[in-house]
């Protein structure tokens, strides 16, 4: 072993002594916790070089860990624009006619043999306020969806949420042996909000800047979910079966994005 370099200075005496040692040999003073450890390099010992640790990567607060970001490809959101106007445009001939609902779409029970019922039901309507209030949920969640999903994905989202919840009400009133008339589309806009819930809450997971609001959302639903109280052809089920093909469509777009 070559002859040791000294190159430490003591911080008490000043004295220069081996970088080898953990106390000063003339006072005592503690020079370092533990003595470094030596490593052969050819016919000399040095101390070994302390391995660099990886620094774990931090995320930084307020991002989600996964983030989901949905990138529709609808400009701007026809397909609800024209629900709402397809509504409307019945509604209005529906009242200079003066022609009972049936003959707008409206599904009648005892169920028929018109199958196409359960398509047009949701969109008839026996009056502007039942129209308003739908349209009023469409408007501010149905287009959020779109931007997210596209046009062709939400028109069909929007279908289904309407024509099996009209299905579902239907099936449940003719089992009661019920005679009424089931028209509107409380089901498709319910189905709207649960649809942008769910793809909301994934987007905006974890990120404390991305918040949404719940009242809104909650004042929202209960108001189309209460509409049967006060329209006679808005029906309790089809709104719920609506809201839950909606909602289950937005978890499977979510699962569906994220593991692209």
Same mark, same amino acid.
């Given at each position: 072993?070559? &002859?040791? &370099?000294?190159?430490?200075? =003591?911080?008490?005496?000043?004295?220069?002594?081996?970088?080898?040692?953990? &106390?000063?040999?003339?006072? $005592?003073?503690?020079?370092?916790?533990?003595?470094?450890?030596?490593?052969?390099?050819?016919?000399?010992?040095?101390? #070994?070089?302390?391995?660099?640790?990886?620094?774990?990567?931090?995320?930084?607060?307020?991002?989600?860990?996964?983030?989901?970001?949905?990138?529709?490809? /609808?400009?701007?959101?026809?397909?609800?624009?024209?629900?709402?106007?397809?509504? /409307?445009?019945?509604?209005?001939? #529906?009242?200079?006619? $003066?022609?009972? !609902?049936?003959?707008?779409?409206?599904?009648?029970?005892?169920?028929?043999? #018109?199958?196409?019922?359960?398509?047009?039901?949701?969109?008839?309507?026996?009056?502007?306020?039942?129209?308003?209030?739908? %349209?009023?949920?469409?408007?501010?969640?149905?287009?959020?969806?779109?931007?997210?999903?596209?046009?062709?994905?939400?028109?069909? !989202?929007?279908?289904?949420?309407?024509?099996?919840?009209?299905?579902?009400? @239907? $099936?449940?009133?003719?089992?009661? @042996?019920?005679?009424?008339?089931?028209?509107?589309?409380?089901?498709?806009?319910?189905?709207?909000?649960? %649809?942008?819930?769910?793809?909301?809450?994934?987007?905006? *997971?974890? /990120?404390?800047?991305?918040?949404?609001?719940?009242?809104?959302?909650?004042?929202?639903? %209960?108001?189309?979910?209460?509409?049967? +109280?006060?329209?006679?052809?808005?029906?309790?089920?089809? =709104? +719920?079966?609506?809201?839950?093909?909606?909602?289950?469509?937005?978890? %499977? /777009?979510?699962?569906? *994005? *994220?593991?692209?």
């Amino acid at each position: 072993m070559s &002859e040791t &370099e000294l190159s430490v200075i =003591c911080k008490n005496c000043g004295s220069e002594v081996s970088p080898y040692v953990t &106390e000063c040999p003339y006072c $005592g003073a503690r020079l370092r916790k533990r003595a470094p450890k030596l490593e052969r390099r050819g016919d000399l010992l040095e101390a #070994q070089r302390p391995k660099r640790r990886r620094r774990p990567r931090l995320r930084r607060p307020g991002h989600p860990r996964s983030p989901i970001h949905f990138s529709g490809n /609808a400009d701007r959101p026809y397909v609800t624009i024209g629900i709402i106007a397809i509504s /409307a445009i019945l509604l209005l001939i #529906q009242k200079a006619t $003066g022609n009972p !609902l049936s003959t707008y779409g409206g599904l009648i029970v005892p169920l028929s043999d #018109q199958w196409w019922r359960y398509l047009t039901a949701p969109f008839a309507y026996i009056d502007v306020g039942y129209l308003f209030v739908v %349209a009023v949920g469409l408007a501010i969640f149905a287009t959020g969806v779109e931007r997210r999903l596209g046009s062709w994905p939400t028109a069909v !989202l929007l279908l289904a949420c309407g024509a099996l919840g009209v299905l579902a009400a @239907g $099936g449940i009133a003719s089992a009661k @042996g019920e005679v009424t008339v089931i028209a509107g589309g409380n089901g498709m806009a319910l189905g709207a909000i649960a %649809a942008w819930f769910a793809i909301r809450r994934a987007e905006s *997971h974890g /990120a404390i800047d991305e918040e949404y609001d719940m009242i809104g959302l909650g004042v929202a639903a %209960a108001v189309l979910v209460a509409l049967p +109280l006060f329209a006679p052809t808005a029906d309790f089920f089809a =709104c +719920l079966v609506g809201g839950a093909v909606g909602g289950l469509a937005g978890l %499977a /777009a979510t699962t569906l *994005h *994220h593991k692209e």
